[in-house]
């Protein structure tokens, strides 16, 4: 069966070109097109401080309906004064031009460095040269792909084929993101940010390539389906899919300033998605898509060597599993010892303390790769050799059960190394 | 004029002794005390994983007085059951029996690695030992100071004398921390912790030794005074200096089940602290004592080269302006920033962005070192390999001014490198 990529979804065309934003030369202008009105859907970052393109994205996505996205990497055009909003605009101005839409149908993306005016005039020629290179195949998709990537060393994409009644339906998605990984994503606008001043998993790895200078490394993620399905409802689920993926993993906690999840559905397929198993077929495809490409953001988080999966479960609310997951995860101390194959679980039973919920070391217990350390308020005995030796993984799964209520979660991170440092230490001019 | 130090303040005597908890042969049992029974107060972590002392120290410390201190270091006693409890009594009960006084009149302290059990053989013959050798002059106060170390590369002192009326009174204090650093100290009890289940600064750096193996390094800090003041106000005043000190510190953000301040208070410069002149000189000298410490900590954060000092001000409270410095002092990014002297002030601004209050770039200034490099929402053009170098320097400011009220805070952090991951990383049995 042949892999499921970005443009496997009927309707959908991309384009990655290399317009000289940044020095590699690597594509870093992407073009996204659906022939179709497609139905949309999008999460931003929840950062006071957010760049131009998602103001501007949040706007065109109003009335729940997008024909494509534009982007670009290597400038993020955050804090950029005034001068910002209208570069988005006009991103999305040329993207119209070249297509023969309307701007106000497209959503503009920029991911890199922040406060560097974007390069209006290489963009400009990028994005006329992305509509020009248009197309559904394979290649297409991967040129997309890479067009996103900053301090990436993978390529990552996914994609699942399911069936709503005797249809097939397709959905699929590609992702970026290594540091400044930290997303808190929402389809609404938070209160205060309202202008007052302002499942066949099919991850494909693609080419493995050197790391680049230190970015700001924004998470953005683009998915595509045939399904037919409301804004509304999309809307809804879209939240819902990323608070259990995208909002779920983390680097080093920073969210950027922009983040960005974006569904567009062109319902070629004929499927329609409302109620009863078309939701659930959907909701399930959604989901896998989405936490594959969280989950390859942690695999690929900057100077990672390991994906460490949290399990929080036991609480009474799901907020609070949230909130112990992300200290745990967010631990420097336990990042490190992740990486030094340390069981030095008295770090993540202290985190786990510090969430500022509900959490009782006295109820909680603890497992490192399936063996418990810590039960009941005190430590189980344990072959340190044995499970340091577990802990030489790909993938170290940290169970934490509190005891306290049936609701759980599950968060992603990697470890921490020296490779981080390097990446970001290094003098960015 | 010779140095303060922690026994200069009148009525202290102090000892430390090496009793073998740890491997290295330094001091890792500490015992200080005081002639008078001490007015005392601390402040105690806030993590809901606290270890044994803290529950025993609060009970002692509930009737505002304070006979002495007994400490180890090397083991937490945290995380370790019901066996933790008994063995922080017995602590209590081995320092009075060797110094004629009541257990319930000392504060137990432990710092260490977590999930261990005390071997308390050694650390009995250690307390006893301790309270054989003690004594108040500067080789005490030092023996005091080395005992509670872990990771520390440098012994932590300051001191100040300042005059009451005609009278000189002498506040001074020692301190431990540098890693797992992120105290968020109360005296207090928070409610969901109470038992349902359970100047003239002088600060000695000390001999520089090596690196330990990974322990849990609690912030642990003990002041003296010879000032005489009541229990109620020493209260009020210990958490106030602690939330522009202690509370103002951070290396991994990461609050310890262990962080202790103490101040005793013998009375004997005859100096009575209430109100007007006295109570003004009084806090001066505290804040400067405690901030002195802070600093220490930060200067000596595992793997630290260099201290950041983060002030924000222009805050409509003072807890948003705590929440945006403390967002970008552990922002991962900003400390791998400032470890490369990398001026990328855009990770700076998205750190205050996400610390959830209030925030607007459009209004905010940014120096660095003193060279603007964003303004009213956009970037200020300056010579990056100028401020580059200005930030190749043992102390770097980063002033932050919101524009959206009056509020100030001071947060110190320090650089993070790639010794932070060797020290972290390093497997620990």
């Given at each position: 069966m042949p892999e499921i990529h970005l443009l496997s979804p009927r309707g959908f065309k991309a384009a990655g070109v290399y317009a000289g934003i940044r020095s590699r030369n690597q594509p870093d202008v992407g073009l996204l097109l659906c022939d179709e009105l497609a139905s949309a859907s999008a999460v931003f970052t929840t950062n006071k401080v957010f760049a131009a393109p998602i103001k501007v994205g949040r706007e065109h996505l109003a009335g729940g309906t997008l024909r494509g996205v534009v982007v670009n990497a290597g400038n993020a055009n955050a804090c950029t004064g005034r001068q910002r909003e209208k570069d988005a605009r006009r991103m999305c101005q040329l993207a119209a031009e070249v297509t023969g839409?309307?701007?106000?149908e497209f959503l503009p993306s920029s991911t890199g460095i922040i406060g560097h005016m974007l390069p209006m005039s290489k963009l400009e020629r990028g994005i006329v040269e992305a509509g020009h290179a248009l197309g559904s195949s394979r290649d297409h998709a991967l040129l997309f792909a890479d067009a996103i990537l900053t301090t990436d060393l993978k390529r990552k994409s996914a994609g699942v084929r399911f069936k709503i009644g005797r249809q097939v339906v397709t959905l699929a998605g590609v992702c970026k993101g290594s540091g400044m990984i930290g997303p808190r994503m929402s389809v609404d606008t938070p209160a205060d940010l309202?202008?007052?001043?302002?499942a066949k998993r099919s991850a494909s790895t693609g080419p493995r390539t050197g790391r680049r200078r230190p970015l700001h490394a924004t998470m953005l993620a683009y998915l595509t389906t045939d399904a037919s399905i409301s804004p509304v409802l999309l809307r809804r689920l879209m939240q819902q899919a990323t608070d259990t993926s995208f909002n779920a993993v983390?680097?080093?906690?920073?969210?950027?300033t922009n983040d960005t999840a974006v569904l567009m559905a062109s319902g070629l397929s004929g499927a329609k998605v409302s109620v009863g198993a078309s939701l659930k077929s959907f909701t399930q495809a959604l989901a896998e898509v989405s936490q594959s490409l969280a989950y390859q953001i942690a695999a690929d988080g900057?100077?990672?060597?390991k994906v460490v999966k949290i399990e929080v479960r036991g609480c009474a609310k799901v907020e609070h599993a949230r909130a112990i997951a992300r200290a745990i995860a967010n631990s420097p101390l336990v990042k490190c010892a992740m990486h030094g194959n340390d069981p030095n679980w008295g770090r993540i039973v202290s985190a786990a303390g510090l969430a500022g919920v509900p959490f009782d070391p006295e109820r909680a217990t603890l497992l490192l790769q399936g063996t418990p350390v810590f039960r009941s308020g005190r430590p189980v005995p344990f072959d340190a050799g044995k499970v340091s030796a577990t802990l030489a993984a790909p993938e170290v799964l940290v169970k934490l059960d509190?005891?306290?209520?049936d609701q759980s979660t599950t968060v992603w991170t990697c470890d921490f190394s020296k490779e981080y440092v390097t990446i970001n230490a290094d003098y960015h001019t």
């Open positions: 839409y309307s701007p106000g309202r202008p007052s001043v302002a983390t680097v080093d906690d920073h969210t950027s900057e100077g990672a060597t509190c005891r306290l209520g």
